[in-house]
């Protein structure tokens, strides 16, 4: 009998569950397992990558310099810029001819193969455990970094590619280093590196930095000389042992521990290694300068980096503006005298500099690399302190001769006004109220003030700091009066357009603001002391700010301030420190130069200023003489109410309609006390 067929309908339902109304009939194949559909996605993105790599490599082999990298190098060279375009200098290089690895004894590449890439002679361009291992170092070190490129990277980039850190640029790079590896021998590439690479001083070459640090040829080089070329490269111009000798030997005993630790010298070897000595050759510089060009060049090459062939680096100089200087300069009444001017921007871009009268006979900058006396400019530091102790320009201060203690400076020409307002000192100059000023608000806090506004040379702390007798650079005194103009200290000068900066960065080196009383104080003593005081020479129709200094026996003369958005400062002085003839002095021909070069730079016509419009407390200032008497030091002021007569630390008030009193029988005639500028020191 037959079995009756089992009815669909009847089936389990656990076997076949239910489907979905219009669902269609179901697949007859099995539906994939797990692990095929995994294979099924990686495959697919295996595809997908594949394309991007195909893409990527064809946009590489279109921009990447392939068809060039295997030509000769083309020497390095710098063209400096002006913020408008103008080229400033062009600048070569020292270089030799090429350096053949075969003719070289083998710890010379051996010292750049142990610190630089010890993998060389194996990896094909791009070392993946250099770059990993570097990439942990970075994760896990405590701030310092290494570098995963390979020497044959380092090549391409160096003579092959720009500066810049994106993508793009390493992604050329590596491809340029593997282009490199497929068609040269490493030999051929080690011989282009060391040839090539910069070793500071502005050498380039390994022949010529052997001739440069050692006055020998390569093949002559010893371990020591060896390593301590090879670690140059990491900075080369911080780690130049012409100028950081402790730096370069250092950074030589890393090299030469990790030739130990690469197997090419023993530990032995190494620790019985003395340190290199220096005979330094000095090669004549190729190309032409200028004041501004030789003090930003350095910095320019360091951002430029070790690329090759003619780069464009744009500077902060204004040509238009640098012209004007240059004409000032040369149009002034100097005679034997040399002269330096600084005029930059409240934010620190230096837009002129002159750093004396003639480039072509002394290329020696006055304005950044001579230390002189800044005579009563130093006062802006003192009365900034008395303004932090609470002080306001309407207080009091004596400007009578001081007897008391060894140290007693006296006025200008001997003269003295008596009991006076802060501001009429500034605007007068006054010696005596500088000296008073900083023993009552302390030498450290006129220090502290001078360091706040970016004085970095050293200074004396004693009395005689009040009349700027300590030597500072004519450039950190623009930037000090520069923190004023832009209400906001440090300024830094500069003669680069800032990098940018990330925020950790921008967060240490933020600037502090002055307060506003602070502020508003300063500006106005500096207005009175352009206007209608020392400095009324320099006084332009726009807001003027400025302070006079003069050094003892005019051997400096000065004038410093700001108008227009431009802060400046221009210098008169011998280079050998002789006095300048006729008592020159900063409210005279350095007043007269500002005013002519600040008038052209902020399109501002020349006006002179008659003799109504002088302060008459000027006046009083200058009608001013001073005695030395059997009876102590006498001083006479003449205003037109009368006459102040100052005997030792007692003043006598004598109107116009009185007699002046005759000094008493058997007194001496009276004794001229000697002239003296402002900002010197007389002695006891």
């Known amino acids: 009998m037959n079995e009756p067929m089992t009815d669909s309908a009847h089936a389990d339902p656990a076997a076949a569950p239910p489907r979905e109304f219009g669902a269609g009939p179901p697949s007859a194949f099995a539906p994939p397992t797990p692990w095929r559909r995994r294979l099924q996605i990686f495959g697919w993105a295996a595809a997908a990558g594949l394309a991007v790599l195909m893409i990527l490599i064809a946009w590489l082999a279109v921009t990447a310099p392939l068809s060039r990298s295997l ?26 001819k090429p350096v053949t690895v075969a003719e070289l004894p083998a710890h010379v590449p051996q010292a750049f193969m142990a610190i630089e890439d010890r993998r060389f002679q194996s990896h094909w361009g791009v070392d993946p ?35 810049d850190r ?25 011989e282009r590196y060391l040839s090539n690479v910069y070793f500071g ?27 301590m070329l090879a670690g140059l490269l990491k900075a080369p111009s911080r780690l130049a042992p012409t100028s950081n000798l402790k730096g370069a030997r250092t950074r030589a005993a890393l090299v030469t521990q990790a030739m130990v630790d690469a197997g090419y010298i023993s530990q032995a070897e190494r620790n019985a290694l003395p340190p290199a000595r220096l005979d330094v050759h000095e090669e004549p510089d190729p190309t032409s300068g200028t004041y501004f060009a030789d003090w ?67 290329s020696f900058n006055r304005a950044v690399q001579a230390k002189r006396q800044p005579g009563s400019t130093f006062k802006l530091f003192v009365y900034l302190a008395a303004f932090r102790a609470g002080m306001t320009p309407d207080d009091m201060i004596e400007d009578t001769p001081i007897t008391t203690g060894t140290y007693r400076p006296a006025n200008h020409s001997g003269k003295y006004r008596g009991r006076i307002t802060l501001r009429q000192a500034f605007a007068a100059s006054s010696n005596v109220a500088a000296v008073r000023l900083t023993q009552k608000v302390g030498v450290d806090n006129v220090i502290k003030v001078a360091r706040d506004l970016g004085v970095t040379a050293p200074l004396t702390e004693d009395l005689s700091l009040a009349l700027g007798t300590s030597e500072i650079p004519l450039v950190e005194l623009v930037e000090a009066y520069a923190a004023v ?13 800032p990098e940018e900066q990330g925020w950790f960065e921008k967060l240490m080196q933020r600037q502090r603001h002055f307060s506003d009383d602070q502020l508003e104080m300063i500006r106005d003593l500096l207005s009175s002391a352009a206007n209608r005081g020392t400095g009324s020479a320099a006084a332009l129709r726009t807001s003027t700010f400025g302070k006079t200094g003069t050094t003892q026996d005019s051997r400096d003369a000065i004038f ?37 070069f600040m008038s052209g730079a902020i399109n501002e016509p020349v006006e002179d200023t008659s003799d109504a419009e002088q302060d008459p407390d000027l006046v009083n200032a200058i009608a001013n003489i001073a005695v030395e008497t059997g009876i102590g030091n006498v001083g006479l002021g003449v205003d037109e109410g009368g006459m102040t007569v100052n005997i030792g630390p007692n003043q006598i008030r004598i109107p116009t309609d009185q007699p ?8 001496p005639p009276p004794r001229v006390a000697p002239t003296q500028p402002e900002g010197e020191d007389n002695g006891p």
């Not at 710098?78 to 270089?95: F, K, N, Q, T, Y």
């Not at 050998?576 to 500002?594: F, H, K, M, Q, Y």
Request: proline share 7%.
């Open 201 to 227: 001083d502005n050498v380039y070459g390994l022949r010529a930095a052997a001739r440069h640090y050692f006055n020998r040829s390569p093949d002559r080089l010893s371990i020591p000389q060896a390593a």
């Open 660 to 667: 002046v009193p005759v000094p008493p029988q058997g007194t």
């Open 71 to 96: 030509k000769p190098i083309a020497p390095p060279a710098i063209s400096l810029m002006s913020a408008d375009g103008h080229l400033i200098a062009r600048r070569g290089a020292v270089i030799d």
């Open 485 to 497: 103009a832009a209400g906001a200290y440090p300024v830094v000068a500069h003669g680069l357009p």
């Open 560 to 596: 410093v301030g700001y108008a227009g958005g431009l802060v400046t400062a221009v210098w008169i002085g011998n280079d050998d420190n002789t006095p300048l003839p006729g008592g020159a002095a900063g409210g005279g021909v350095p007043a007269r130069i500002w005013r002519n």
């Open 296 to 362: 930003v060049l350095p910095q320019a090459r360091d951002r430029a980096g070790a690329v090759y062939g003619e780069q464009e680096i744009k500077t902060t100089l204004d040509w238009r503006i640098q012209r004007l200087a240059e004409a000032a300069i040369r149009r002034a009444p100097l005679g034997g005298a040399q002269a330096a001017l600084v005029a930059m921007k409240p934010d620190g871009s230096v837009v002129a500099m002159v750093g004396g009268k003639n480039y072509d006979k002394s």
């Open 166 to 190: 994106t993508f793009g640029r390493k992604a050329r790079e590596a491809l340029i280093a593997v282009w490199l590896e497929a068609w040269l021998t490493k030999d051929q590439i080690m």
């Open 129 to 163: 455990r250099g770059i990993a291992r570097a990439m942990w170092h970075n994760l896990w070190s405590d701030g310092s970094s290494q570098g995963g490129s390979t020497i044959t990277q380092q090549l391409a980039k160096g003579v092959f590619l720009s500066s």
